[in-house]
């Protein structure tokens, strides 16, 4: 049974980091994909980062600022989140799936039909 718990959100200023980390088991990355997600109330969820192997995407709106990693021993999946925006703020989403061999599921926006889902992690940026 994949599960997937997020935390690490919180309230901070304009300008200031947080660090999003996500507990994950019942998978490894050598088989699966890993993602962020973010979501404002009445808006689709935007997939704001997608890891496979060497594979690693970001939406522009966050590129520069946001950084994915993996412990694979820990299982533990991050989001390093620096200089961060109002615009930023949304509830943030961990998620996992396998790639079902498609070489681009990250960088081709496939990482959207992921069916594994964290409950979020609010992150409210102030001005």
């Known amino acids: 049974e994949v599960q997937l718990v997020e935390s690490g959100g919180g309230l901070v200023q304009a300008g200031e980091s947080l660090r999003l980390s996500c507990a994950t088991s019942?998978?490894?990355?050598?088989?699966?994909?890993v993602a962020w997600f973010r979501q404002v109330p009445g808006k689709r969820r935007e997939g704001i980062s997608c890891r496979m192997d060497g594979s690693i995407y970001y939406a522009d709106s966050v590129k520069g600022r946001f950084t994915i990693s993996t412990d694979n021993a820990r299982n533990m999946v991050y989001l390093q989140m620096d200089n961060l925006k109002p615009e930023d703020t949304a509830v943030y989403y961990c998620?996992?799936?396998?790639?079902?061999?498609?070489?681009?599921?990250?960088?081709?926006?496939?990482?959207?039909?992921?069916?594994?889902w964290g409950k979020g992690t609010q992150v409210t940026v102030s001005s």
């Open positions: 998620a996992a799936d396998k790639p079902w061999g498609i070489s681009t599921y990250c960088s081709g926006s496939y990482f959207y039909g992921m069916d594994n």
């Open positions: 019942g998978f490894t990355f050598d088989d699966y994909a």
